[in-house]
């Protein structure tokens, strides 16, 4: 175990050192320079531009710029380059506005889809399954904006409430309750549309795993001494069908920081995934590559946990 | 006819029968069965050759059916309405003589620029899926066959030996590139030569050096593997086009440059599987080269997988590049795809609900049909699943 831990943490840093070397690649040998993002801008002389590359180290060979921002990474001090904020607070406000959408995201995913992937295990190939699974299959397949677009004429038309941004504009000054219904109104349908493939996948992913565990001879020896079929199905069966999923807690980490473009772009939700779409128009390279790290960070801790939860809950697996 | 045939039949009753049915046969057997996966391929077929028919009806400089064509005399009309005639020039006149599925907000004929459209999504998605199957094949196939493979320090020399000298010629340093190439060269040389004096038993301590074994090549194909998938995809993807330079072709490339790693996973589970087959082992016993082997009879074997991710890849793709299109990154604005109708059309979603309808329903329905397709295949093609239902 110990062992385990300590080859993986190494194996871990290892693997974050390449992706920092290949995002900053990646970023630095795309044609154009972020110098030169509005040409036509009269303020951008030469000398604002040289002053600019100067400030930024631009002009410094490659693999400089790459100590300079990774020495600025962390220590802390990296700051935008369109606004000189420091990025780690920018993205700490951001992601206080995307964690909410994140939370009610995963508590829809995780308590539709297990209900309904187990129904469907149950009644195998009967009709709810058969139209579960085309539902599902339809959820997959939709694209995210047509959803939204969809969603948002539904509920404008037939409810008449707001839903564009995280609240009303000038809400401020009403009652607690109108304020509170306005925020849910509002959070509803983004965190809505971010869990529908989430849904989705996990309960044709639930549906499996419980016709796996549904084909075992335990199982069928607890139907044939005449249990009841609830006390077979979430007892015997569910309990050992729920293995997998624990290590799935660990997965949803980096989900954390997605957060999804389209769908905030669409919303006007200022959270991280709008933050990243506007950093790369202004090709505000350290907090693309700051966004980039801690992502990278968060799927290896992500992994790292579902190992440990793996080998905590199944003493069958020795890594 | 049919009576000699059975009585062949049973005169030949104790020679071994070889199956009745092909491969190809047994596969449309259980194929059929799945009635959603055939509705999928129908689909499938269906927009193939609309996307063709697309294509050859709205290029050149006057095509039958002009998607950049601007009426403002008949904009924003709903679906199904008749052109007005009196004020459209002749050239102006649609030649279908109706807007199947109206006109935008600048009076361009929806239906042509659907069809223009198709074509986009069905190169993106075919393309940028065969760029990322060719790599997981690739480096699927290495890391599988060859995996166990130790890379020696000589070849890592020779590698960083060419790195270097690349990077030094694109950065137009044209001397100290050829000078760094040319010692790459020398390094080739130089492990020729120590391969050859091999078989003298006492080797030099440069020699064994030289012939230090560093990690496996499976070890190296797989971190990078895992390096990549690091990265969240949507977002990488969104930065590099957004890097780039418009056009069409970036975009595919980029998507088949950053989801090849499902594909080298599964190449490389079934090549570490197929390579310990009795069938591979007669191969080698009979003396075939690895390139032959490995061509002839560890990629066909290795493939069901692969075309059922390839298929479920180009869903993915088709959605990929109408995300791309819906943020304003990619195709050049006259060019229509669907991802742009539709973002065009957002503004009017109230007053011109088609506008965002039909792009969406036609995106709805290729993906669904692309996805339903492929898990079909899937069925079909494991036989364990096969056997469980």
Redesign the interface.
């Known amino acids: 175990m110990i062992s385990f831990i300590g080859r993986s943490i190494v194996q871990k840093i290892i693997t974050l050192f390449f992706v920092s070397i290949v995002s900053f690649l990646i970023i630095h040998l795309a044609p154009g320079e972020p110098s030169q993002v509005d040409p036509m801008n009269p303020k951008f002389t030469r000398e604002m531009v040289e002053r600019f590359r100067e400030e930024f180290h631009l002009d410094k060979p490659l693999y400089r710029q790459y100590l300079y921002f990774y020495r600025d990474l962390f220590s802390g001090k990296t700051i935008s380059w369109k606004d000189n904020q420091p990025a780690f607070k920018k993205i700490w406000e951001r992601f206080l506005n995307s964690l909410p959408l994140f939370i009610v995201g995963t508590i829809l995913t995780w308590t539709i889809s297990f209900p309904v992937g187990i129904r469907s295990a149950i009644f195998r190939g009967g009709i709810y399954d058969r139209s579960a699974t085309f539902f599902s299959y339809l959820l997959i397949s939709i694209p995210g904006f047509f959803f939204a677009y969809i969603l948002i004429m539904f509920v404008v038309n037939q409810f008449h409430v707001p839903v564009i941004g995280m609240e009303t504009f000038g809400i401020g000054e009403t009652s607690g309750f109108n304020r509170i219904m306005d925020r849910i109104w509002h959070l509803l349908l983004p965190s809505l549309l971010g869990a529908t493939a989430g849904i989705a996948v996990l309960s044709r992913f639930v549906r499996s795993q419980m016709l796996e565990v549904e084909g075992q001879d335990y199982v069928r020896t607890a139907k044939a001494k005449g249990l009841a079929p609830d006390q077979v199905h979430y007892k015997h069966a569910l309990r050992n069908a729920l293995l997998p999923f624990v290590t799935m807690f660990g997965l949803i980490l980096p989900g954390l920081i997605g957060g999804s473009v389209i769908i905030e772009s669409i919303f006007a939700w200022p959270g991280m995934g709008r933050m990243a779409y506007e950093a790369i128009l202004a090709r505000d390279y350290p907090i693309i590559l700051t966004l980039n790290f801690v992502s990278a960070v968060l799927v290896l801790i992500g992994t790292f946990i579902s190992d440990l939860l793996y080998m905590v809950v199944d003493p069958r697996i020795r890594l | 006819m049919e009576h000699t045939n059975t009585d062949m039949h049973d005169n030949q009753l104790d020679e071994p029968l070889a199956p009745k049915r092909t491969r190809l046969e047994e596969f449309w057997r259980l194929f059929k069965q799945n009635r959603?996966a055939i509705a999928g391929m129908v689909f499938f077929i269906v927009f193939f050759f609309l996307a063709i028919a697309g294509f050859t009806l709205t290029r050149g400089n006057t095509p039958v059916l002009d998607p950049a064509l601007v009426r403002l005399q008949d904009k924003l009309r709903p679906p199904l309405t008749r052109p007005n005639l009196e004020r459209l020039r002749p050239h102006e006149i649609p030649k279908l003589g109706i807007y199947i599925f109206g006109t935008d907000d600048l009076g361009r004929d929806v239906f042509a620029r659907m069809l223009q459209g198709s074509w986009v999504s069905l190169t993106v998605g075919f393309v940028a899926v065969g760029i990322s199957v060719l790599i997981g094949i690739f480096l699927g196939g290495i890391a599988g066959y060859y995996g166990s493979r130790p890379i020696r320090i000589g070849q890592l020399l020779v590698l960083a030996f060419l790195f270097t000298g690349v990077v030094l010629l694109i950065n137009k340093l044209i001397w100290a590139g050829s000078v760094v190439l040319i010692g790459s060269a020398v390094c080739i040389l130089i492990s020729i030569q120590i391969k050859k004096a091999a078989s003298a038993k006492s080797r030099s301590a440069a020699a064994r050096l030289w012939n230090f074994k560093t990690i496996s090549i499976d070890t190296v194909v797989m971190?990078f593997v895992?390096?990549?998938?690091?990265?969240?995809s949507?977002?990488?993807i969104?930065?590099?086009v957004?890097?780039?330079?418009a056009s069409i072709y970036n975009i595919m490339i980029v998507i088949g440059l950053t989801t090849w790693m499902g594909a080298t996973r599964f190449v490389r589970a079934e090549f570490l599987s197929l390579r310990e087959q009795d069938f591979v082992a007669a191969a080698r016993a009979l003396g075939l080269s690895n390139f032959r082997i490995i061509f002839r009879h560890m990629i066909p074997n290795a493939v069901a997988p692969v075309l059922v991710s390839a298929t479920i890849g180009i869903?993915s793709a088709i959605?990929t590049e109408?995300?791309l299109s819906?943020?304003g990154f990619g195709v050049p604005p006259p060019h229509a795809t669907w991802g742009n109708i539709?973002?065009d059309g957002?503004r009017f979603?109230?007053d011109a609900?088609w506008l965002?309808f039909v792009?969406?329903?036609a995106?709805?329905i290729i993906?669904?049909s692309f996805?339903?397709f492929g898990?079909g295949l899937r069925d079909v093609l494991n036989p364990k699943l096969r056997e469980?239902n």
């Open positions: 959603l971190r895992d390096i990549m998938l690091c990265f969240p949507f977002f990488l969104l930065t590099v957004a890097l780039l330079p869903a959605l109408a995300g819906f943020l539709l973002s957002k979603i109230f609900p965002t792009p969406g329903i995106i709805l993906v669904l996805n339903l898990e469980r």
